[in-house]
């Protein structure tokens, strides 16, 4: 029995020894290139479970044999970095700094569909940023028409006596509301049809602010890909499983890779502005 005993101690330590690498890839997959291994570069989305996986095996050494939850115990300090991306809990901070500037980005998806904004029946997006009590908010998917135009937006944040619309195609745009001067506002050049990136200049205090207001490709999944998705947590049946995971694993890595290209563009327009702002 002794011997069957310490034969499985090392079988468990192997997977979780191969649970930890997993971890790790998941952990730093945002330093993968996407253009060059766009599926590698999808792995951080399994972050949590293997996270979950870990945090199960540290308990169990800690009651069954200590030594070995070392091993599970590293592999989370090294994904730190990771966890804290996850979980951006300040435990550290309780107040926030003096003179501190609060942002807010925010993607309006049309106001929810140009709903109206009425004294008895508010805009819920506008109401919100409204609310917020944010210095500089920018805006994507900055679309208006019909029951709600742009001046009644303007008129719904007139807090904010600075502000930049800037049309990307079509009705689509971006959009700054700021309480500070907003000095120039210029797009971010790179390839693509929808999607778009502004960079402002923000006189704070004296000092000249970078802001970069993005809208980057987005994964592009239908309503039929997340039907698949559903059908897949519905009924794991292991082919349904396995096509449906090929097709939105396919789905994200293709449209992480054209972001992959844009993040560089704005990368080095960023790198351009070191020591202007």
Sequence with gaps: MKYIGRFLGWILLGINLCMVVLLLVCAYSPYIDPVAHPVWSCAGLAFPAFLIVNLLFLVFWLVIYRKYALLSFLGLVCSIGAI????????FV????????????????????????????PNPVLEYLRNSNADIICLQEYIVGGRLTKKEVDYALRDYPYKNYHKISGANGLGCYSRFPILSAHPVKYASLNNGSIAYKIKVNGDTLLVVNNHLESNKLTEKDKEVYREMMKDPDKQKVSQGSRLLIRKLAEASAIRAVQADSIARLVAGYKGEA
């Design 84 to 91: 804290r991306t996850y979980f951006p809990v300040n435990v």
């Design 94 to 121: 309780s107040d926030v700094p003096e003179g501190a500037i609060k942002f807010l980005s925010y993607n309006t998806m049309a106001f929810e569909k140009n709903r109206a904004n009425t004294k008895d029946n």
